[in-house]
């Protein structure tokens, strides 16, 4: 499982670099996705983290959201 652990290290990687850009609702995205994957990789253990998981990834989406709204409306 090295991509996994590569995807969330370049998530949160990201995430820093967009935060010291100032653009908090890009790396609050990445953030989601990365804590999310995290969340994922430790539900095989423990099943409540998925609806979490879930919550990140939705997080992830309306960031996503946001940033496509903004920059073509």
């Known amino acids: 499982m090295v991509s996994?652990?590569?995807v969330?290290?370049?998530a949160f990687i990201a995430a820093v670099m967009r935060a010291s850009?100032?653009?908090w609702i890009e790396a609050t995205g990445l953030a989601g996705l990365g804590a999310g994957?995290?969340?994922l990789?430790?539900?095989k253990d423990r099943?409540?983290?998925k609806p979490v998981a879930i919550a990140l990834f939705v997080v992830t989406g309306l960031?996503?959201?946001?940033?496509l709204i903004r920059q073509y409306f």
Do not use: D, E, N, Y
Request: charged share 10%; proline share 4%; hydrophobic share 65%.
């Open 4 to 6: 996994r652990f590569t």
């Open 8 to 10: 969330i290290a370049l």
């Open 21 to 23: 850009q100032g653009a």
């Open 37 to 39: 994957l995290v969340c």
């Open 41 to 43: 990789k430790f539900a």
């Open 47 to 49: 099943p409540a983290l």
């Open 63 to 67: 960031s996503i959201a946001v940033v």
